[in-house]
């Protein structure tokens, strides 16, 4: 990480676009982020919001509109994007076949630390997260709470501004679901660390979400702190009731056979 840390918006998508020949997929999104939030993208399979977050994170170009990331276009300063954020895809990113230590190596490697600095990022890596003693085993020997940990110890060893988490506790149990929302409210206090999640899970944008915004067919129906979005519908109102209103009460069946197989692997992996 170069430069001084971003404060105000760290993202700013205006009018963000994606379709896929002739399906519209992110349909002219806007968006702005704070510094320090955990910022959540609520909806449904095929709501848009993993599109969103690979436009965001220059692994995917958008059809139309523009978007800032940490200060940098991420259509002609994609390199700089990426060198301020840290990203952990929905699907297992971790190598089995490796130990912790090795996973963490290879990521420091990739991000260009260097060896001076790589011994001291992975140990402070793997304290944080709960997994010093761990260090040594394969990581397909981990529970799926751990792989999550180390996933997150991987996006964070070149200190980045703002993470992007793409249905960060999908597969996981109740208990491993916790921890890493714990994790992630510790890593916003202590390091002042933005966060953007996409979830289909309510409860976990209710829980963790400083502000949300609720996608369906590639748009933004609403967005608001979580309280305010419940209280706008009356004292006894849930997310749930928010999400319905928003998204004007229709029940819609998503995703295609391949997202399907994707979802069911990573939960299988994690679980």
Known sequence: MTGPLPTGDVVVAEDLTRRFGEILAVDRLSLRVKSGQIFGLLGPNGAGKSTTIKML???????AGT?????????????????????????????????????LNLSARLYGIS?????????EG???????????????????GMIRRLELAQALLHRPDLLFLDEP????????????WDKL??????????VLITTHDMEEADQLCDELAIMLDG??????ESAALKAGLGQAATLNDV??????????ESGDYRGVGQRRRTASQLG
Not at 127 to 143: D, I
Not at 169 to 180: F, H, N, Q, S, Y
Not at 219 to 224: D, E, L, S, W
């Open 57 to 63: 994170t220059t692994l995917l170009e958008p059809s």
């Open 115 to 123: 060896s001076r600095q790589r011994k001291a990022r992975i140990a």
């Open 243 to 252: 999400f319905a209103a928003a998204c004007g009460g229709v029940i819609r």
């Open 67 to 103: 978007a800032s990331v940490a200060g940098f276009d991420i259509r002609s300063q994609p390199r700089r994007v990426r060198g301020r954020i840290g990203y952990v895809p929905q699907l297992v990113s971790a190598d089995g076949a490796l130990t912790a230590y090795e996973n």
């Open 126 to 144: 793997l304290e944080f997260m709960g997994l010093s003693e761990h260090g040594g085993r394969l990581v397909k020997t981990f529970s799926g």
């Open 185 to 194: 409210k510790e890593l916003r206090r202590s390091l002042n660390l933005t």
């Open 169 to 180: 506790t999908i597969g996981l149990d109740p208990m491993a679901r916790r921890t890493v």
């Open 219 to 224: 748009r933004v129906m609403a967005r608001g």
